[in-house]
């Protein structure tokens, strides 16, 4: 979990923008999307096919430069 403790001459611009900080390197705004709605093992399945779709795709094309 994110915290931010201020210190004494902080204002809390800065702080609000280090506690931002600590919340993206943590992964909580990508976890949170992650696990918005309920997904079903189908949708779950075709979702990660297509991704993996993508990653060869785009690897192939890395490859014939």
Do not use: C, W
Request: hydrophobic share 30%.
């Amino acid at each position: 979990m994110a915290q931010v403790v201020l210190g004494e001459n902080e204002g809390i611009e800065s702080a609000l923008r280090r506690f931002k900080r600590q919340v993206s390197k943590a992964g909580i705004f990508q976890d949170m999307r992650k696990n918005r709605h309920f997904e079903t093992p189908l949708e779950k399945e075709k979702r990660k096919a297509v991704a993996k779709h993508k990653q060869r795709k785009r690897n192939s094309l890395f490859r014939y430069k």
